[in-house]
């Protein structure tokens, strides 16, 4: 089988750094480009850190640098308390050799589907904005694109606040416009990643397995999962973006339901997933269940595949 070919657009950020490390170590994906965005940190941080992802990995992809702020809100903190200021926990920050293309992510995302009709899966694992610019950019897009994985979003949860996940909180407005266009969404969201949950001993695996790669991951968990242990009471971290990265490939291992979707863009629920009534929304598949253990074990073992 070849390759699906796939876009992360990612805000990296210590979760970010494990879905792209699997992507780039699994067979079954061809990575065309990272694009950045605003979110865990800011776009010029993210950009920095997805080009040394990248170089880490000895992948020569292109980079693409997104938006900065949200459509039409005001820009929130970045989540310095769980990703550390540089965005790896408390590594130092590195210079990469390399820089970003001169297209902007929404350019780079729209010319890579045009060039590919319907071979491009996008992964976005953070705030939704160059997603949605993509689609003000050429709305044909829609109907170009394999698939949208996303991790974000919940029906039943939220962990910014009790309703909203971070990465649709950061750009309700955004999140919506995704969710209403006509394109096949696959919502991997708090319902199923809550449920996948990591530690030291895991990351040390890795690292044993592959002292880069899983050895950075080990570096860049410590902080991680001192935030997670501050609120859950257990030094475990959830294993949020990689698991989208892993639907793409082991999509047999979530149950999914059928539904259509919006986004509360103010009051109290802003940020929230909320099952829609509006006539004429295409359904999202939504993963509401998991088999975890499955999914924690794909990732450690491609993690150990790597160097
Ligand atoms: C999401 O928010 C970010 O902090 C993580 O990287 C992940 O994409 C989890 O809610
Ligand atoms: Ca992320």
Known sequence: MTAQKIIIDTDPGVDDAMAIFYAFLQPDLEVVGLTTIFGNVSVDIATRNALVLAELANRDVPVARGAEKPLLMAPKPHSSHVHGTEGFGNMPPRTP????????????????????????????????????????????????????????????????????????????????RVFAA???VVMVGLDVTQQITCGAPEFDRAARGAPVLGGFLSEATEFYLEFYESVLGEPVCRLHDPSATVAITRPDLFTIENHALEVIVDGTRIGQTVRSSSQGRRPVRVCMGVDAAMVKELFLSTMESGF
């Open 182 to 184: 006509d394109w096949d």
């Open 97 to 176: 050799k390399g820089q970003a293309v001169d297209e902007t992510a929404a350019e780079f995302i729209v010319r890579q589907i045009n060039e590919n009709p319907g071979e491009i899966t996008l992964c976005p694992i953070g705030p939704l904005t160059n997603i949605a610019l993509a689609l003000e950019l050429d709305p044909s897009i829609a109907g170009k694109t394999k698939s949208v994985v996303l991790m974000g979003g919940g029906l039943e949860l939220g962990n910014v606040t009790e309703f909203a996940e971070a990465n649709i909180w950061n750009d309700p407005h955004a999140a919506d």
